[in-house]
Nanobody, 127 residues
C-alpha cells in the first residue's frame, strides 16, 4: 500500500525558513513524479513544486510564486522529497500536501494528474 507522510510544518514568522519532508513507502520505481501542492482556506489547491524522475534523469519545477524562495530536492533513494522554504511570507500560509504520480509524463502542475496524496502538514506564517 502506497503511503506518503509529510512532516516539518509549523508556525513561523515572516522571513523564517522551514523544510518539509515527504516520505514514500509501499512502492518505488525508476520513473515517476512527486509534487508539492498547498491549499489555503477558501482557496483552490495550488501547485508549488515538483520533481520528475524519468529513467536516469531528474527534472525539477516550481511555481512562479515561490521561485527563488522554495527548493525541491530528494534523497538518493528517491524515497523522500523535501521542500526547503525560505523567506516565508504570510501568504504562504496553507496546508501543504505531497503527491505522487506513477506516470512520469504528467503535467506536473495539475493536481488531478497525481495518484496518491499525503495527509498534509500545516504551515502558518505570521506577520
Amino acid at each position: 500500500q502506497v503511503q506518503l507522510v509529510e512532516s516539518g510544518g509549523g508556525l513561523v514568522q515572516a522571513g523564517d525558513s522551514l523544510r518539509l519532508s515527504c516520505a514514500l513507502s509501499g512502492r518505488t520505481g525508476s520513473s515517476y513524479a512527486m509534487g508539492w501542492f498547498r491549499q489555503a482556506p477558501g482557496k483552490e489547491r495550488e501547485f508549488v513544486a515538483a520533481i520528475r524522475w524519468t529513467g536516469g534523469s531528474v527534472s525539477k519545477y516550481s511555481a512562479d510564486t515561490v521561485k527563488g524562495r522554495f527548493t525541491i530536492s530528494e534523497d538518493n533513494a528517491m524515497k523522500t522529497v523535501y521542500l526547503q522554504m525560505t523567506t516565508l511570507k504570510p501568504e504562504d500560509t496553507a496546508v501543504y500536501y505531497c503527491a505522487i504520480a506513477w506516470n512520469s509524463g504528467i503535467v506536473v502542475g495539475t493536481h488531478a494528474s497525481y495518484d496518491y496524496w499525503g495527509q498534509g502538514t500545516q504551515v502558518t506564517v505570521s506577520s
